[in-house]
T-cell receptor, first 115, second 113 residues
């Protein structure tokens, strides 16, 4: 089955600087890669996703890149703000054999924005 | 914007008791999921559900667990005889299509004493 590795586990950046989180996946059949933000005591909230037919996607200050050959994908947050502080999870779908595609999560990155 | 809701937000139970966690998926979604997150760890897949039956389940989802869609709106997770190690956040998610985006609820924190 799919395995997703994520690093770093913690990241501290100065407000206004950029943050980059990197992930790798193992199953070449995976074709959907969402990123979730989780604030304390809340459920994962989708912030951006990318499918394997594109290499890059951007939404305002957030961008995600995908390298299918190397099986890695990254999240880039520019001009970071205090409200960006949270735990970020990368994920990949595991198409498997079922009719519903489960999501396999990375271990998470705790991002802290220093004022 | 439509969202997944879950009740209760926090459930405390004694070991060996049965618990039912409830979810209301987004109304036009057809695929439903339960995930679990033990404190400080990654989110883990438990089970997926489509067309009134389980599509896939993980190793965690043993005979003590069951899911049900009792009516057109609710989706429940039952743990028949809770263990200490069942203590975790349980998240419900739903998606419109099989390979579509999954939207997560706010979770139920289950504490087994």
């Amino acid at each position: 089955g799919e395995n997703v590795e994520q690093h770093p586990s913690t990241l501290s950046v100065q407000e206004g600087d950029s943050a980059v989180i990197k992930c790798t996946y193992s199953d070449s059949a995976s074709n959907y890669f969402p990123w979730y933000k989780q604030e304390l005591g809340k459920g994962p909230q989708l912030i951006i996703d990318i499918r394997s037919n594109v290499g890059e996607k951007k939404d305002q200050r957030i961008a995600v890149t995908l390298n299918k050959t190397a099986k890695h994908f990254s999240l880039h947050i520019t001009e970071t703000q205090p409200e960006d502080s949270a735990v970020y999870f990368c994920a990949a779908n595991d198409p498997g054999y079922s009719s519903a595609s489960k999501i396999i999560f990375g271990s998470g990155t705790r991002l802290s924005i220093r004022p | 914007e439509p969202e997944v809701t879950q009740t209760p937000s926090h459930q405390v139970t004694q070991m060996g008791q049965e618990v039912i966690l409830r979810c209301v998926p987004i109304s036009n979604h057809l695929y439903f999921y339960w995930y679990r997150q033990i404190l400080g760890q990654k989110v883990e897949f438990l089970v997926s559900f489509y067309n009134n039956e389980i599509s896939e389940k993980s190793e965690i989802f043993d005979d003590q667990f069951s899911v049900e869609r009792p009516d057109g709106s609710n989706f429940t997770l039952k743990i028949r005889s809770t263990k200490l190690e069942d203590s975790a956040m349980y998240f419900c998610a739903s998606s419109e299509e099989a390979t579509d985006t999954q939207y997560f609820g706010p979770g139920t924190r289950l504490t087994v004493l």
